[in-house]
Every structure is written in C-alpha cells, then in structure tokens.
C-alpha cells in the first residue's frame, strides 16, 4: 500500500486514533515511505469532519466548486445583484445542510462532537466557496485544520446586494400591446439578449435544481438517520433490557453454582465419612470375629474349670464337715471319744 493509499485510510479515522494508526503503519511501510508517513499531520475534529463529508459524497465536493466559482463572479460582478442574492441562498441552504450532516457523521463514526467544531466546519464550507485553492484542498479530503471564515465574501447584507444593481439593469418598460422593449436597443439587439438570457436561466435552472437536489437529499438523509438513531435507541434500550434480564440470570446461575458447589463438598465429606466408618466398620467386624472365636476357644476350658472347681469346692465342704466332726466337743468330758465312724480313720 502506497502513502496516498495509507492517508486515504487514515484521514478517515477519527483523531484519537491516528497517530497510533501512522505510527503503526510507518513502522510495517518500507524504510524510504516512512519518513513520508510520519510527516502526516493529526487532523483537528473540525477537519476531521469535513473529510467525512467529502468522502461521503463526491458530487457534493463538486456542487461546492461550481457554487463557489458562481458566488465569486457574481461578487465581481455588480450588475448581477439577483443573481448574487439567490446564490447567497443556496450558499445559505447547502452549508447548513453540510454542517448538520457533518455532524450525523461524526456521531455515526462514534465521535459525536459539539456546535463550536461545527461553526467551524461551516466556516471551512465558506472558506472553500470563497477561494479555490481551499476548495480544491477540501476536495482532496485530508484537510488537518479549519479554516477561518473569508472576510468580505458570503452573506450580503440586503441593501448592499440592491446598491450593486445599477439603473441601467432595471426592467424595460414595454408599449402597450408591443412584444419590443422601448429602450435599451432595437429588435435585434432584444432577440440576442432573451437568447442569452435564456441561456443563463437554463444553466441557472440547473444549477439552482443541482442545489435542491443535494440539499433535499441531505434533508432525506437526515430524516433517515433520525429514524435510524430512533430504532437504534430502541434497540439499546430492548438490549439493556435483555442484558439486565441477562445479569440476573448470571447472578442466580452464580448463586446456583455455589449452592451446587456447597453440596457436592458436602457429599464429598459424607463419602469420605462412610469410607471412614465403613473401614472402621470392617475392623470392627474382624475383631468380632477373632473375638468370637477366642470366646469359643475359651469356653470348653471355662466350663471344664468350672466344674473342676465346683468339685473342689464340693470336697472341701465336705472335708470342713469331717474335721468339725472330728474335732473334740467341750462340752464332752475328757477321755470320751465318740465312737468311730465306720470306715473312718483310726
């Protein structure tokens, strides 16, 4: 991509962004078109605009010159007061049509911007209808800066518009039931003028339709963006809607996942709980077992230790009963002894 391809591209941006946009493309261009690059100026909001609208609309720039070149020769010429007064109207109808869609297009670019920069975008549109050097600079759409407005030239005040119209250009006087004028020549000299007056009103006419076409169109374009920014601000304003409908959705999906969340730990922690238990469970169960089976080992042996010493404990009374039987009765004289027992020892 060449340099001027690379302004074409960056006049079009809004002024925030161009030096970082030139600086980037220096940076990626060849080393011989960077010094050219970066020699490229930051347009003021004012220029920025104007731009817009030159791109917008070739034909509009070329409606501007033609204008222009009209308003110049009828200031220099003082004969031509009506002609300069309907121009002035047209200059009045297109640069406010001009500075109000310079404005629609800063907006729609993102960079709405305030009346002050479009006062001076109209006195830019009359800087460029004054001078021609400027017009053709406002044609090229990569003006850096506005343009102060001419001095001298544009909207004349309505007497001296009538000052500028000698008596010589008042309208002749006709005889009564004649087509020929009384003064300002014969019959020739008349059908030469209305020939090229004639002329002038047919270039005028179009002139003048080629005015109220670019400034209906701008009206049309306007309505259209009105209705336009209209369906946007209902667009917005369904889409807030619908994006706070969409936050509390977030916000209760959030909630949910931290309620989910909670009790998957939860669960988490009861499983690794019964884990826990039902490992202790199984041990417990083990030592059940194992005890069980020492209870069964144990109870022949208890039994058999039991009985051995209920035996024992059945001699042993029987043996006390013997030796309280063999013991000797105080009560009994000495020198008696019971008699023996049977079987008893002696």
Known sequence: MGVDELAEELYALPPGEFIAARDRAAAAAPRGERGAIRALRRPTLAAWAVNLLVREDRSRTELLLRLGAELRTAHQQPAGGGRLRELIGQQRQLVAALARRAGQLTADAGRPVSDAVLREVEDTVHAALADPDTARELARGRLTRAFPPPSGFGVLPEATVLQLRPPSAAPAAREPGSG??????????????????????????????????I????RAQERADRERRQRLRKARGEAEELARAARGSAEEATAAERELASARRRLREAREQVHGLTEELRRAKRSLSAAERTERAARGPAQ???????????????????????????????????????????
């Open 180 to 213: 020929r004028r009384t003064a300002g020549g014969g019959a020739g000299a008349e059908g030469a003028g209305t020939g090229a007056d004639d002329a002038e009103g047919v270039d005028g006419r179009e002139r003048r339709a080629s005015v109220t076409d």
């Open 215 to 218: 400034t209906e169109r701008a």
């Open 304 to 346: 058999r230790a039991r009985q051995a010493a209920e035996r024992d404990r059945k001699r042993a009374e029987a043996a006390r009963a013997e030796a309280d039987r063999l013991a000797p009765d105080p009560a009994r004289p000495p020198g008696r002894r019971g008699r023996r027992r049977p079987g008893a020892p002696s």
